[in-house]
């Protein structure tokens, strides 16, 4: 049984930074991509980045490149997402999601397994 446990939201003002884990078990999770997703009240869950199973290759969504950095440890079993210089647009519930599969992906429909979300709220 596959199971992804997001940690590290808050509240933080903007500029600030948080990081992100989400830690992966019951399964090698060398045998996963990864994707962090948002929703924000009322919008539709948003693709922010994602990592192909070895950490070769990332994709960040526009609106965040430059500012957010995703990353895995295979061996700790453990996927991150550090967000630098974070602005109020960026409050939303953020979920980690598996997929078996190649390449890059932001669609919701691809992924196969969800965490249960961690709240992030950017406000002075």
């Known amino acids: 049984q596959v199971q992804l446990v997001e940690s590290g939201g808050g509240l933080v003002q903007p500029g600030g930074s948080l990081r992100l884990s989400c830690v992966f078990s019951g399964l090698p999770l060398a045998n996963y991509a990864i994707g962090w997703f948002r929703q924000a009240p009322g919008k539709e869950r948003e693709g922010v980045s994602c990592?192909?199973?070895?950490?070769?290759?990332?994709y960040y969504v526009d609106s965040v490149k430059g500012r957010f950095t995703i990353s895995r440890d295979n061996a700790k079993n453990r996927v991150y997402l550090q967000m630098n210089s974070l602005k109020p647009e960026d409050t939303a519930v953020y979920y980690c999601?598996?997929?078996?599969?190649?390449?890059?992906?932001?669609?919701?429909?691809?992924?196969?397994?969800w965490g249960q979300g961690t709240q992030v709220t950017v406000s002075s």
């Open positions: 999601a598996a997929r078996i599969g190649v390449g890059l992906t932001t669609r919701p429909n691809d992924y196969s397994y």
């Open positions: 990592i192909t199973r070895g950490g070769g290759s990332t």
